[in-house]
């Protein structure tokens, strides 16, 4: 695939037209639409922000025609949680060895330095960086937001990057800040998101328990009344251990849980809090990378539980202080580490190990990580009538060629290298392998600029520690 410049200028001259008609064509169309599946040689035609047909030969006129040929079309994937104000230290602690390792470095001492324009820069640059790397909607679990003020700049970042976002809003875990939480959500419902169609939405974050920072980050009957009033979606972190586990069946004994309830790790959680979450459909995102690398809990990326409870998880990066920042890892990290305990655990035996499969693996990062943040009515798949998510990626290249498994290809050969082009909403994000509309050296000087200026305050600080 060889894109036109002068194409881009038009599509986006025109990028506003409800009616502008694209016809994608001649790619491996990997649509995760079960009914549909994989289509060779196939076409995919948008109008305006929506998918309308999907198949071979398209009879479509009237239309900009782009010649996708040697190159795969896959759905746009899903980063389900992300603590994404974090972006400009990244691998600051990449060897960190357990939760309390993270939370004080990270949250304890860093994160009380941040200013508004910190936590927009942050957050702007994990944003590009997902939709470079083809992740085109991002959950960001925001728990830095000191003030009104970092809460917008955090939405605002978002919205200016144009990557489909979801800002949960948490007050920070430690440190000073207006006390403005959760009471400004309803300003935030209001001023941003008042409606869920559209392309930043808004979720109440809270914590599973009150071990790390008390009762008020906890889920309960006030922060339930909260989202339920201002009708959002609840994302729980830190859901792990014996102490989540109890957690959830005092949720399900007093009407908490619900499908508006995302919950993120699920590492060492019960049968019995399982069994509800099942139950009362809440979601659930796992970060594998974190579980694994940080050591939570037991360490293994609970995905055998999930499947074994009928629930298809969505994937998460967590935090880049000590982790990757693409979906390609997540998927790989958690085929792998199934597969080998899979191995293990029938090794010397007759049983039949269960393993899961590489379009396993790229249903949480697409459609089933759309299914956890409840926008699976939209996107996740290569479907007609839902908005038009796409990655073009690259099947010629030299790490990719020659292409006989498509799914096997985007898990095990890709890379955010290879991705040729990004939509959203029928929108371009990314051409020719290049962001649109990112000036990368600007916004490279910027984030230079932020990580002197936290040091600066910290340096400022800790004299006052002593």
């Known amino acids: 695939m060889t894109p036109d410049g002068q194409l881009l200028e038009t599509l986006q001259r025109s990028a506003a037209d409800p009616e502008r008609r694209v016809l994608l064509t001649g790619a491996t169309v990997v649509t995760m639409d079960p009914e549909v599946g994989v289509i060779d040689h196939g076409d995919v035609f948008i109008q305006g922000k929506h998918i309308v047909e999907v198949g071979r030969d398209l009879p479509v006129t009237d239309a900009f025609v782009i010649d996708v040929t040697g190159t795969i079309v ?214 594998p990378t974190s579980d694994a690398q940080i050591g939570l809990e037991d360490a293994v990326p609970p995905v055998d539980d999930a499947l074994a409870h009928g629930i298809r998880p969505g994937l998460s990066v967590d935090v880049e202080v000590a982790l990757a920042s693409d979906m390609f890892t997540q998927m790989r990290t958690l085929l792998t580490i199934q597969r080998m305990r899979a191995v293990n655990a029938t090794y010397g035996t007759s049983d039949e190990p269960s393993r ?20 699976d009515d939209r996107i996740g798949s290569i479907t007609p009538g839902k908005q038009a998510d796409l990655i073009v990626v690259d099947a010629e290249a030299i790490n990719t060629m020659p292409l006989h498994d498509a799914v096997g290809t985007l898990v095990l050969g890709a890379d955010r290298a290879n991705i040729v082009s990004v939509w959203v909403a029928g929108q371009v994000r990314k051409w020719d392998g290049a962001l649109v509309g990112v000036d990368v050296e600007a916004l490279r000087t910027q984030v230079h600029d932020s990580v002197a200026d936290i040091a600066g305050r910290l340096a400022e600080a800790e004299p006052r520690d002593r």
């Not at 994990?126 to 728990?143: E, K, P, W």
Request: net charge negative; aromatic share 6%.
């Open 74 to 287: 896959a759905p746009g994937m899903v980063d389900t949680h992300r603590h994404a104000w974090q972006a400009q230290m990244r691998r600051s602690i990449p060897d960190v060895d357990d939760l309390m390792g993270y939370l004080q470095s990270t949250l304890v001492h860093v994160a009380p330095a941040y200013e508004p324009e910190d936590i927009y820069l942050g957050t702007r640059l994990a944003a590009v960086t997902a939709l470079d790397g083809g992740i085109t909607t991002m959950l960001d679990f925001s728990h830095n937001s000191r003030s009104a003020a970092h809460s917008d700049s955090a939405i605002t970042a978002l919205m200016d990057s144009g990557i489909r976002g979801v800002h949960a809003s948490m007050a920070p875990h430690f440190g000073a800040w207006d006390g403005q939480w959760p009471q400004d959500l309803e300003r935030l419902r209001t001023t941003y998101a008042p409606t869920d169609d559209q392309l930043v939405t808004l979720r109440l974050a809270a914590l599973a328990t009150p071990d790390i920072a008390g009762e008020r980050l906890t889920y309960g009957p006030g922060l339930a009344k909260v989202a339920n009033d201002l009708d959002i979606g609840v994302s729980l972190d830190v859901m792990f251990g014996q102490a989540a586990s109890d957690a959830v069946v005092d949720w399900e004994q007093r009407g908490l849980l619900g499908p508006h309830l995302e919950s993120i790790h699920c590492t060492a959680l019960s049968p019995h809090a399982w069994a509800a979450m099942r139950d009362h459909g809440v979601t659930v995102s796992l970060a």
């Open 356 to 375: 899961i499969t590489t379009r396993d693996v790229l249903d949480f990062a697409t459609l089933s990580g759309a299914r956890t943040l409840r926008l």
